[in-house]
């Protein structure tokens, strides 16, 4: 069974970065569509991120150029480096395996319990 | 970039039928996916390509897309669903597109 598990949340001052850690089992990370989404305080989920088996990347508006993401394929881990970090990024922050069910067709599957950023002013 | 748009809550009585809409335009023609989101909790897919479930998903839950509204529709409802429910598309241009979110409440 797929399991994730993120690491890497904390308390960090405006301007300030982190770098937070997915580490999947029972996946192989080369081969797997792997997506950061976050809870804003009082809102709804937002897609952060996503990196493709392909290696592709992308991010949204809302974060493209300060976070960067990436994997490590010996250690089967996902990783998501954010700089410049603002208060508006203050979230929870959970990874999600995406599988693929056909043209313009994802959905996740399998979801970390999430980890904690605050940014604080 | 596509939006999609949920009421922000949805009240019903426990044993009663809750019906959560979500709106997008044409969205009959995109896959339309729907997560539980419970507090300190993962989300948990419980209907994939509109009308799929995950095996462990009760079969009172079951979803349906037309026209311009897909909607979850979760029958017999318990105290357990009370949840916030999310729907989802992908998105050329936004990758994963989220709605905002309906509170479900079991009154």
């Known amino acids: 069974e797929v399991q994730l598990v993120e690491t890497g949340g904390g308390l960090v001052q405006s301007g300030g970065s982190l770098r937070l850690s997915c580490a999947a089992s029972g996946l192989t990370a080369n081969s797997n569509y792997i997506s950061w989404v976050r809870q804003t305080p009082g809102k709804g989920l937002e897609w952060v991120s996503v990196i493709y088996g392909s290696g592709k990347t992308y991010y949204s508006d809302s974060v493209t150029g300060r976070f960067i993401i990436s994997r490590d394929n010996s250690r089967d881990t996902f990783y998501l480096q954010m700089n410049s970090l603002r208060v508006g990024d203050t979230a929870i922050y959970y990874c999600?395996?995406?599988?693929?069910?056909?043209?313009?067709?994802?959905?996740?599957?399998?979801w970390g319990q999430g980890t904690q950023v605050t940014v604080s002013s | 970039s596509y939006v999609l748009t949920q009421p922000p809550s949805v009240s019903v009585a426990p044993g009663q039928t809750a019906r959560i809409p979500c709106g997008g335009n044409n969205i009959k023609s995109k896959s339309v996916h729907w997560y539980q989101h419970k507090p300190g909790q993962a989300p948990v897919l419980v209907v994939y390509?509109?009308?799929d479930r995950p095996s462990g998903i009760p079969e009172r839950f079951s979803g349906s897309n037309s026209g311009n509204t897909a909607t979850l529709t979760i029958s017999r409802v318990e105290d357990g669903d009370e949840a916030v429910y999310y729907c989802q598309v992908w998105d050329t241009y936004s990758d994963q597109v989220f709605g905002g979110g309906t509170k479900l409440t079991v009154l």
């Open positions: 999600a395996r995406g599988t693929y069910c056909g043209a313009d067709c994802y959905y996740l599957d399998y």
């Open positions: 390509i509109d009308t």
